[in-house]
């Protein structure tokens, strides 16, 4: 059975007028990813800086691996790791420099340290580049380089702060197969971001933080589940067929030319279930179905009325088909 290793309730900050987290409640379940996503300014960040001791709250309680963020700092930062928007490599020492400096500030020294340098170069695959200046580095390597250097103290949680932004597509992706490997290897992974897709591939649960509220929270399949414009789109051998359909369906909406009805549907295995056996008892073949649902982008416009100021979102809906 999982626990919670990651609880707030009625958390909330201001900055003099501006309230930035206006009584934000969290949980997050012992090795998973959690992603808080939202755009430029919710509040994200905040939350991150509040939950890791870098902030005092104004209001509300928060617990992380068992800790009181208020009154138990030091066990907090002793069960943590931070990855914040930008990589935070000293330029002037190399790779391998870099993650000796955090090996040091652990206190594992002589042979210990050295294996877990040695280790980290290679998972990170930076064994290669790890005697050159980190300012030679790109910057998906010195993204790889921060984390790295994160993971030399082994924390049970990650706190991963917008982790791609900036990154090209194929950084992008090679972020997220270490954040995969991770969670594999039992951490527990408090994602934000403003990319949609990000939270889709990754996410165990998200929540959608707008305003400095909580304006959803579940699974990604969840999220889209609630927003209206799903459907199954039916297409037909011949004309014949496609009439006989629409008579049974008459909520559908057809397509003539193309032989093809579009049958409102939220996707589940019961309604799709359920459409085909209707259709089956009227002797009405399908030659194909595409199940098509709402995305993230289409939850996060309808949650908070302006759509992801991200440009990574998710470009098409999730299409799923069966001939």
Do not use: C
Request: proline share 3%; aromatic share 4%.
């Amino acid at each position: 059975m999982t626990s919670s290793v990651i609880t707030a309730s009625g958390l909330k900050k201001s900055y003099k007028d501006k309230v930035v987290l206006d009584g934000i409640d969290l949980d997050v379940q012992a090795g998973s990813i959690f992603s808080l996503l939202g755009p430029n300014g919710a509040g994200k960040t905040t939350t991150v800086n509040l939950l890791t001791t870098l902030l005092a709250m104004d209001g509300g309680t928060a617990r992380v691996a068992g800790y009181d963020v208020a009154t138990e700092t030091k066990g907090v930062r002793s069960a943590i790791g931070v990855t914040g928007q930008f990589a935070s490599v000293d330029e002037l020492l190399t790779g391998r420099e870099n993650l000796q400096l955090m090996a040091d500030l652990h206190h594992l020294k002589g042979d210990e340290g050295r294996a877990v340098v040695d280790r980290l170069l290679k998972r990170f695959e930076l064994v290669e580049s790890a005697d050159k200046a980190s300012s030679t580095y790109s910057g998906g390597m010195r993204r790889k380089l921060d984390l790295a250097m994160t993971l030399v103290g082994r924390p049970q949680i990650i706190f991963l702060d917008e982790p791609t932004t900036g990154l090209d597509p194929r950084s992008r992706r090679t972020m997220w197969t270490i954040v995969r490997e991770l969670v594999a290897d039992g951490m527990t992974i408090f994602l934000t971001t403003q990319y949609l897709d990000e939270a889709d591939q990754l996410a165990d649960r998200i929540a959608v933080l707008d305003q400095g509220r909580i304006v959803a929270e579940g699974t990604p399949e969840q999220l889209k589940r609630q927003i209206p414009g799903g459907h199954v789109r039916l297409r037909f051998a011949d004309a014949t067929q496609l009439a006989a359909a629409l008579r049974v369906l008459p909520e559908s909406t057809s397509d003539e030319e193309r032989l093809v009805l579009r049958v409102p549907s939220d996707g589940g295995t019961k309604s799709l279930r359920a459409l085909l056996d209707r259709l089956d008892e009227y002797v009405v073949d399908v030659e194909e179905f595409t199940v098509h649902m709402p995305d993230l982008d289409d939850v996060f416009l309808a949650l908070t009325g302006h759509s992801s100021d991200s440009t990574n979102s998710i470009d098409s809906q999730t299409e799923v088909t069966t001939k």
